[in-house]
């Protein structure tokens, strides 16, 4: 049983929608990351939250700590969004390790 | 400031041989985290380390070590390569004093282990 569940695993949309992404966990946590990854592997980290909302330009991370979950909104989406968007949290109590989700894989189309 | 720097971006090698991967953290960071991401899945962690020595690690065999050196690079080692060692390995810097609530990813090795 993994730790960390994302859903969907894979997401196709119109360009200029509104799209989520969802995150629930199983552990306690001390941190939640989203992060984005291209092809080619690179990874880039999107956001850090322990506790309410982050926005940064058309993306908004949220997380409910009471109820282990988290989304991604993405507005008014675009092609150069397409890439995979990974959930990563940090476990209370397990020093500086991190569990990963499995990754949502987004494809927007124009 | 140059980020996370991994070397090489691309290895082929054949089952039983040894490879070694490398990373050099970002500018000021003293921990250095591996990971293993196999096609299709999350990241994996294999081992952390910091002040050259292994502080956590993960739930991967002995084949798996690694080394860090004075100035904060560090090396993954595996031997005995399997064909399921295939995967992307990501290193992953960060401050030790911050934890790894700011973790800087590098580009990446791909490993494919024929």
């Known amino acids: 049983k993994n730790e960390v569940e994302q859903s969907p695993q894979n997401l196709t949309a119109q360009e200029g929608e509104f799209i989520t992404i969802n995150c629930s966990y199983s552990?306690?946590?001390?941190?939640l990351h989203w992060l984005q990854q291209h092809p080619g592997g690179g990874i880039v980290s999107l956001f850090m939250?322990?506790?309410g909302k982050k926005k940064h330009g058309r993306l908004i991370a949220t997380i409910n700590i009471q109820e282990k979950h988290s989304s991604l909104h993405i507005t008014a989406s675009h092609p150069r969004d397409s890439a995979v968007y990974i959930c990563?949290?940090?476990?209370?109590?397990?020093?500086?390790?991190?569990?990963f989700g499995t990754g949502t894989s987004l494809t927007v189309i124009p | 400031d140059a980020g996370v720097t991994q070397s090489p971006t691309h290895l082929i090698k054949t089952r039983g041989q040894q490879v070694t991967l490398r990373c050099s953290p970002k500018?000021?960071?003293?921990?250095v985290s591996w990971y293993q991401q196999a096609l299709g899945q999350g990241p994996q962690f294999i081992f952390q380390?910091?002040?050259?020595?292994?502080?956590q690690r993960g739930n991967f065999p002995d084949r798996f070590s690694g080394h860090q050196f004075p100035n904060y690079s560090s090396e993954l080692n595996v031997n005995a390569l399997l064909l399921g060692d295939s995967a992307l390995y990501l290193c992953?810097?960060?401050?030790?004093?911050?934890?790894?609530?700011?973790?800087?990813f590098g580009p990446g090795t791909r490993l494919t282990v024929t």
């Open positions: 380390y910091y002040e050259e020595e292994e502080r």
């Open positions: 552990v306690g946590i001390s941190a």
């Open positions: 500018s000021g960071h003293d921990t």
């Open positions: 992953a810097s960060s401050l030790f004093e911050t934890g790894a609530r700011e973790q800087y």
């Open positions: 939250l322990s506790s």
């Open positions: 990563a949290v940090r476990p209370m109590n397990t020093g500086n390790q991190f569990y």
